[in-house]
């Protein structure tokens, strides 16, 4: 949860002008002993107190050239299931992908997959 600038500030001030403690302080404004330590350090780094940005997540497993690949081998084969893509995927070098990131790479793409071959129809399989 963000807490707002001005708690920030207000804590950070009265453990600077004050003679409390900085479990004093935190217990005082509600907040861990450990926020208010990154807040101390964050205004010592930076002058202020104002989050840091983002630096983003995980980057997508399949790559550019994962995808062109991917495209390849269903304009080849449109029945290829996602785990088989998967280890084409690694067998051709790209980082490994699981079955469901391969789907996500499809949707991306705008295609649907099937996930694995249809075994038996459900309509034989009660014969």
């Known amino acids: ?13 009265a ?3 004050g003679s409390d ?5 935190a217990a005082r404004f509600a907040v861990g002993r450990a926020s208010l330590v990154r807040w ?4 010592r780094d930076t002058g202020g107190l104002h989050p840091r ?3 983003g997540g995980t980057p997508f497993a399949v790559t550019e050239a994962g995808m062109g690949l991917l495209r390849s081998w269903l304009a ?5 299931a996602q785990h088989v893509l998967a280890t084409r995927l690694v067998e051709a070098g ?7 990131t391969v789907g996500r790479a499809l949707a991306r793409m705008g295609l649907t997959h099937k996930k694995s071959r249809s075994g038996p129809s459900s309509a034989s399989a009660r014969t």
């Open 15 to 17: 453990y600077e002008h």
């Open 40 to 43: 101390l350090a964050l205004k």
């Open 21 to 25: 403690s900085l479990d004093a302080v």
């Open 1 to 13: 949860m963000a807490v707002s600038l001005d708690l920030r500030r207000r804590a950070v001030a």
């Open 94 to 100: 790209q980082p490994p992908a699981s079955q469901q």
């Open 76 to 80: 080849d084969d449109p029945s290829l």
């Open 53 to 55: 940005p983002s630096i």
